[in-house]
């Protein structure tokens, strides 16, 4: 009886930790707009995550070893040996496809986020705006009214619940931005010829944003990835739908 009794509770525990907080309406399968909106609320109203459904806190995440540039595609290496990127709980989905009832190959996410800030301790060497740089201390990028659009490659994966999950193996994001301002801390070892270099560097955002936009795009897959992999993992497809 007791042992019964344990196993009931456990597998209430576990159906009732996959659900949804009550204040979530789910949408109708295909229904973009709703989806689109429920996966704003979601964002913008649990910034600190929704662990029942395998949601970590998206105000700020967290990376390590993460390269923006290399100098044999742009004259520049610039590494973040930490990475911490904050503002996604202020986004808005403003188009959601591909949700379908029958799991399709292919998610496509447009989305709006005003600024997003990306610090923590970089090393740099090379060629930046015909300049020779290098510094290695803090470093923080701003990037301002980012329109993001997100294709997410899925695969169906059937469990012993009978219920189907995704796995994702492949997030590929674009963001265009209309600024951008950076701080590089410790360049040259001389506040004052960094402080010369930041401001020529901000002067000319949109040549530095040339040169570092593919690698902060592959760093924003990391993090959408991050975000979308750890709640397909837990959070069946089915549950996330009316019945």
Same mark, same amino acid.
């Given at each position: 009886?007791?042992?019964?009794?344990?196993?009931?509770? &456990? =597998?209430?525990?576990?159906?009732?930790?996959? @659900?949804?907080?009550?204040?979530?309406?789910? #949408? *109708?399968?295909?229904?973009?707009?709703?989806?689109?909106?429920?996966?704003?609320?979601?964002?913008?109203?649990?910034?600190?995550?929704?662990?029942?459904?395998?949601?970590?806190?998206?105000?700020?995440?967290?990376?390590?070893n993460v390269i923006?540039?290399?100098?044999?595609?742009?004259?520049?290496?610039?590494?973040?040996?930490?990475?911490?990127?904050?503002?996604?709980?202020?986004?808005?989905?403003?188009?959601?496809?591909?949700?379908?009832?029958?799991?399709?190959?292919?998610?496509?996410?447009?989305?709006?986020?005003?600024?997003?800030?990306?610090?923590?301790?970089?090393?740099?060497?090379?060629?930046? &705006? =015909?300049?020779?740089?290098?510094?290695?201390? @803090?470093?923080?990028?701003?990037?301002?009214? #980012? *329109?993001?659009?997100?294709?997410?490659?899925?695969?169906?994966?059937?469990?012993?619940?009978?219920?189907?999950?995704?796995?994702?193996?492949?997030?590929?994001?674009?963001?265009?931005?209309?600024?951008?301002?950076?701080?590089?801390?410790?360049?040259?070892?001389?506040?004052?010829?960094?402080?010369?270099?930041?401001?020529?560097?901000?002067?000319?955002?949109?040549?530095?944003?040339?040169?570092?936009?593919?690698?902060?795009?592959?760093?924003?897959?990391?993090?959408?990835?991050?975000?979308?992999r750890r709640v397909?993992?837990?959070?069946?497809?089915?549950?996330?739908?009316?019945?």
């Amino acid at each position: 009886m007791r042992l019964s009794l344990f196993i009931g509770c &456990l =597998t209430i525990a576990f159906v009732w930790g996959q @659900q949804l907080p009550p204040d979530i309406d789910k #949408c *109708q399968a295909g229904d973009a707009i709703c989806i689109a909106k429920t996966i704003t609320h979601i964002l913008q109203s649990y910034p600190k995550g929704i662990p029942s459904i395998g949601l970590d806190a998206v105000d700020a995440i967290s990376f390590q070893n993460v390269i923006v540039s290399r100098m044999e595609s742009s004259k520049l290496d610039l590494k973040f040996h930490t990475l911490t990127v904050r503002g996604f709980e202020n986004t808005t989905v403003l188009d959601a496809k591909g949700f379908d009832a029958d799991i399709p190959r292919v998610f496509e996410l447009s989305a709006f986020t005003p600024l997003l800030r990306l610090e923590g301790e970089y090393e740099t060497q090379g060629i930046l &705006l =015909t300049m020779p740089i290098q510094g290695r201390g @803090q470093a923080l990028v701003e990037l301002k009214d #980012c *329109q993001f659009r997100c294709k997410v490659r899925a695969v169906e994966d059937q469990r012993l619940d009978g219920k189907s999950y995704l796995e994702i193996p492949k997030v590929k994001c674009l963001v265009d931005v209309q600024s951008m301002h950076i701080n590089f801390d410790n360049l040259f070892n001389n506040k004052d010829l960094s402080d010369t270099m930041n401001d020529l560097a901000n002067n000319n955002w949109f040549e530095i944003w040339k040169t570092l936009r593919k690698g902060i795009n592959s760093a924003l897959d990391q993090v959408a990835g991050t975000i979308l992999r750890r709640v397909a993992n837990k959070f069946s497809y089915d549950d996330f739908f009316q019945v």
